[in-house]
């Protein structure tokens, strides 16, 4: 699996499609790659198709990282991550803070993990418009002491399976609290913005630990 790191400018927007800003010397294309967004960098997406096997934005505590998609798609085959801990265990202290946009054009991900791991990470995934398909979940503060936030304004979600908000998964006594987020608006109709599974009300009986509509 080759890794391409994202070397666009820190805090300044630059262009996902334009090769020089990618360690590989292109964007990610291929679902062997494991894409990384960590320098505090912008990444926009306005029309380019892209492919990886995995995509982190905020790998790790200090670390973090932005993805604007107007357009365009984009296809992660195996896991989103926005706000992350690299290391293997459960309760790692510190976590990266990742943020995933979609204003426009569609996101295929096979599972979406916003506040990934690391006590105190933060993750935010927003959508405005376009269209995002999961045949898994979205996971809003997956692992105990993460935060997840998922902020609709528009466009269309579809999860074949949960949208589970404040997961904390397996949580053991005394471990600190996930804290998902859930917050959905439409500008001129609720028709605006919609999120639907395989059963319709399936992801609403599916809240853990923290959670806040």
């Not at 946009?101 to 916003?114: E, H, M, P, R």
């Not at 105190?120 to 979940?137: D, E, K």
């Not at 074949?160 to 998902?180: E, K, R, S, W, Y």
């Amino acid at each position: 699996m080759a890794q391409n790191v994202w070397q666009g400018p820190p805090g300044v927007a630059a262009s996902w499609e334009n090769g020089a800003n990618w360690s590989l010397g292109s964007p990610p294309a291929s679902d062997a790659q494991f894409a990384l967004v960590d320098n505090g960098g912008i990444a926009v997406n306005t029309a380019g198709v892209g492919t990886a096997l995995f995509l982190d934005l905020g790998s790790d505590p200090g670390l973090s990282g932005t993805v604007i998609q107007n357009g365009g798609s984009l296809f992660v085959k195996t896991g989103l991550y926005l706000g992350d801990n690299s290391n293997a265990s459960t309760l790692s202290v510190g976590g990266g803070n990742g943020t995933f946009t979609l204003n426009n054009g569609s996101l295929n991900n096979a599972d979406i993990f916003v506040g990934a791991k690391g006590v105190g990470s933060v993750g935010t995934l927003n959508i405005n418009g376009g269209t995002f398909t999961t045949p898994n979940h979205i996971r809003l503060a997956d692992l105990a002491g993460t935060n997840g936030y998922m902020n609709m304004t528009g466009g269309v979600v579809s999860i074949a399976q949960f949208l589970l908000v404040g997961h904390g998964q397996n949580p053991a006594a005394g471990d600190p609290i996930a804290t998902g987020t859930l917050n959905m608006s439409a500008a001129r109709s609720p028709s605006e913005a919609s999120i639907s599974d395989s059963t319709s009300t399936r992801w609403a009986s599916c809240i853990r630990r923290a959670a806040t509509f």
